[in-house]
């Protein structure tokens, strides 16, 4: 199995960012991503951990068996 590390690099957002209630949400303008906080700037934190994670590569829990299969097709 190989193994490697993704590189990793900063990239900026576009963030909208207003007030429902006693909540602040912060919306990602070019990822559908949202979030919320108490104060603006915690919204802001809380989008930026889900950012992280929605662009985090994904993990394999459990290696997949690869196989072929035999399919009949009919030419038209």
């Known amino acids: 199995m190989l193994a490697f590390k993704e590189p990793r690099y900063e990239r ?9 209630d ?7 303008a070019e990822a559908d991503v949202a979030s ?3 104060t ?7 989008l930026r951990e889900a950012l992280e ?3 985090e590569p994904p993990t394999a ?6 196989t072929s299969i035999e ?3 009919d030419a038209a």
């Open 12 to 20: 900026q957002f576009t963030a909208r960012v207003w007030q429902e």
């Open 22 to 28: 006693e909540w602040f949400i912060a919306q990602c």
């Open 36 to 38: 919320h906080g108490k």
């Open 40 to 46: 603006e700037d915690e919204a802001l934190a809380n």
């Open 53 to 55: 994670l929605y662009f």
């Open 61 to 66: 829990t459990i290696v997949p068996r690869i």
């Open 71 to 73: 399919v009949d097709v």
